[in-house]
């Protein structure tokens, strides 16, 4: 069956094939109705990238590194894991300097440094600070004093109580430094902002009849066997605005209707899910037909939120689609197959899509205003079967034919003595009776008029 479909469904893969679509059917930039193309306007920077990045410099802050040193945890969360590295190095380098030089400033000014030794190692006065003879002994001391070492060589005398109450800071100085840095460096690494690299969406959305209504889409998945718990979408169009009052907005946000109303928006994300947002007339593309959306100019920032079922905290994924990144007339290829035991997600698919045939190029609004009912077209031959079906259908016929050769092998019935009989089947849904009834030619006696039999 998959040797029948060949350059029937475009499959567009890529970004540089997204653009490639409107122009299908086109010569030197005209439709089959002979019309131009209107010219596609630049394209607009992105808001939000397509890795979730929002695209935006904050300049001219005042105070702005008062106001960042205010909330110093949350500076050292969100730096940069090389910076973060070297202010933890730097905080226990200068903690240790700092307090190697008050211990060798106290041994200089108690006279130890100058004191002279016995043949033994022994001093005949009393010293402050055991075996430190410069700052290089005051600078060890120091690092065993707040790292809790204890090698036992260097060591404070009850002859300087001064040097003792320079250790008990450093001790206090040592744990919190300690806190705050493994506490820091935790919170990095259990960020809930990394989990999102593992949530992926479609590197296309598309717009196609669903139910008879056209329906913008576009694809969710999850990379991991871990659930998103609550998760739910959001979608939000950015474009520049105009208001009555002449006022200028260029990033009005506008929302996407995706069912929060009546709870659609709350998926369960086990497998990829694609989610519809109904073009109606609340909706700002409901005046948008074919030749409208390439001359816009507007982004729709998409965004996933849920919690992390490890640990309860809430992560969002962000992306975007520019208008040159919505294929209309396109639908999402499948990617979840029933097998024998389990259902197999296909994320080869995940970004694939094909073009339908008989969509609309008319808005939202001019379908309405038209009146135009789209009727279920009826049962194709199959020679036209749907594209959904016949991948869904694949992997179960390759099964049958497995199972059907396994039986014949076993009943001892050659291919040559069942050609002209009709095998007995059971017919387990009304698909394997329709395709029976197209398989076999059907009686011209039956046709005639009952007066006639």
């Known amino acids: 069956m998959g040797s029948i479909r060949v350059n029937r469904y475009s499959i ?8 490639k679509v409107s122009s299908l059917g086109s010569i030197d930039g005209h439709n089959r109705n002979g019309k131009g193309h209107a010219p596609r306007r630049k394209r607009r920077n992105r808001f939000v990238k397509k890795n979730g990045q929002c695209n935006v410099y904050f300049a001219n802050l005042s105070n702005k590194s008062q106001r960042y040193m205010a909330d110093i945890f949350t500076t050292c969360v969100d730096t940069r894991w090389r910076y973060m590295l070297m202010i933890f190095s730097a905080a226990f380098l200068v903690s240790w300097l700092f307090f190697g030089l008050l211990f060798w400033i106290i041994a200089f000014f108690h006279g130890d440094l100058e004191a002279p030794s016995t043949g033994s190692g022994s001093t005949t006065t009393k010293l402050c600070i055991k075996h430190v003879n410069g700052f290089l002994g005051a600078f060890l ?14 060591y404070v005398t009850e002859e300087c109580p001064l040097a003792i109450m320079v250790v008990v800071v450093q001790s206090i100085v040592g744990c919190v430094i300690d806190s705050f840095m493994i506490g820091t460096i935790m919170a990095k690494m259990a960020r809930p902002k990394k989990r999102a690299q593992t949530l992926l969406f479609s590197h296309h959305a ?19 066997r871990s659930h998103i718990v609550e998760a739910h979408v959001r979608a939000q169009l950015i474009k520049p605005y105009m208001t009555a009052e002449g006022e200028y907005l260029p990033l009005d946000q506008r929302d996407l209707n995706v069912g929060y109303d009546i709870g659609l928006d709350r998926i369960f994300l086990v497998s990829p ?28 920032v998409v965004i996933l939120e849920g919690m992390v079922e490890a640990t309860a905290m809430t992560t969002q994924a962000r992306s975007s689609y520019l208008s040159s990144e919505i294929l209309w007339g396109h639908r999402f290829e499948p990617v979840v197959f029933e097998e024998k035991k389990h259902y197999k997600v296909d994320y080869s698919r995940f970004h694939k899509t ?8 008319c808005s ?23 594209y959904e079906n016949e991948l869904a259908l694949v992997s179960q016929d390759e099964d049958e034919d497995e199972d059907d050769l396994d039986v014949g092998v076993d009943l001892g019935v050659s291919p040559k003595e069942d050609a002209g009989a009709i095998p007995m089947m059971e017919f ?11 398989s076999i030619p059907l009686d011209t006696l039956s046709y005639h008029r009952e007066s006639a039999i």
């Open 428 to 438: 387990g849904s009304h698909m394997d009776l329709d395709r029976l009834q197209v």
């Open 141 to 154: 001391f120091s690092v065993e004093t707040q790292t809790t070492i204890g090698y036992g060589f260097r």
């Open 12 to 19: 567009v893969s890529t970004e540089e094939d997204g653009h």
């Open 354 to 361: 094909y073009e339908v045939a008989g969509t609309p190029f």
């Open 206 to 224: 598309v717009i196609s009849l669903r139910d008879g209504k056209l329906c913008l889409m576009w694809r969710v998945g999850n990379l991991r």
């Open 273 to 300: 899910i694609i989610i519809v947002h109904e073009i109606d007339e609340e909706s700002p593309l409901y005046g948008m037909g074919k030749e409208e959306l390439e001359r816009e100019d507007f982004e729709i």
């Open 364 to 386: 939202a609004r001019e379908l309405q205003e038209s009146k135009i009912t789209v009727l279920p077209s009826p049962p194709p031959p199959p020679s036209a079967f749907c």
